[in-house]
């Protein structure tokens, strides 16, 4: 079992920037592809972003290049959601989630997720 819990969630204007982090337990964190989720109300779950389990391939949507980026230390068992420019339409539910030795852009590939932390932009 893995354990995932999000934190940095919270209120923010448009524009600004807000950083997630995602604690990982229970298994060797470098033997997962880790990738982070949002869920806006009334609208199905989407992917943000994938990191392989060292870093070396990393993938986005196309709605968040250039102003997101997703990143992982193994030695602290954390991967990251750094988020910049923030719009409106981003408020949602952001979730992370392991995948044991793969990463995918489909969720149903995803073996464990974390709780979500809730991120609002205030227009």
């Known amino acids: 079992q893995v354990q995932l819990v999000e934190s940095g969630g919270g209120l923010v204007q448009a524009g600004g920037s807000l950083r997630l982090s995602c604690a990982a337990s229970?298994?060797?964190?470098?033997?997962?592809?880790m990738g982070w989720f949002r869920q806006a109300p009334g609208k199905e779950r989407e992917i943000v972003a994938t990191i392989s389990r060292f870093g070396a391939t990393i993938r986005y949507a196309e709605s968040v290049k250039g102003r997101f980026t997703i990143s992982r230390d193994n030695a602290k068992n954390t991967a990251y959601l750094q988020m910049n420019s923030l719009k409106p339409e981003e408020t949602a539910v952001y979730y992370c989630a392991a995948n044991h030795l793969y990463t995918s852009l489909a969720r149903e590939a995803y073996d464990y997720w974390g709780q979500g932390t809730q991120v609002t932009v205030s227009s």
């Open positions: 229970g298994r060797t964190f470098s033997d997962y592809g």
